[in-house]
């Protein structure tokens, strides 16, 4: 298995800004793809950004501009930079990582972090 360990989430002030960080462990893996992912109170859990192994990112529209995918494949840790933070980006952030196990690239699964809460509020 492997497990998504996160930290950053807290209390930001709407204009604020936020650092994310999701880092991988485990024995015998490769990541393929991370990203994070976010989810409010009767809301579908919905993309907010990802990042393949080769350093492609994909944002969903609501966040362009303003946030910022980044990982270290060294540390295995992915980062969510969060500017201009929005009342709107309230929500649970997950943490995700498509991975395989080396001996067995031919076959993706998924892990998923705990949550981190963002909370953006005057």
């Known amino acids: 298995q492997v497990q998504l360990v996160e930290s950053g989430g807290g209390l930001v002030q709407p204009g604020g800004s936020l650092r994310l960080s999701c880092a991988a462990s485990?024995?015998?893996?490769?990541?393929?793809?991370m990203g994070w992912f976010r989810q409010s109170p009767g809301q579908q859990r919905q993309l907010v950004a990802t990042?393949?192994?080769?350093?492609?990112?994909n944002y969903a529209d609501s966040v362009k501009g303003r946030f910022t995918i980044s990982r270290d494949n060294a540390k295995n840790t992915v980062y969510l930079q969060m500017n201009s933070l929005k009342p709107e980006d309230t929500a649970t952030y997950y943490c995700?990582?498509?991975?395989?196990?080396?001996?067995?690239?031919?076959?993706?699964?998924?892990?998923w972090g705990q949550g981190t809460q963002v909370t953006v509020s005057s």
């Open positions: 485990g024995n015998d893996f490769i990541i393929d793809t």
């Open positions: 990042m393949t192994s080769g350093g492609t990112p």
């Open positions: 995700n990582a498509l991975w395989m196990r080396a001996s067995m690239p031919w076959s993706t699964l998924p892990s």
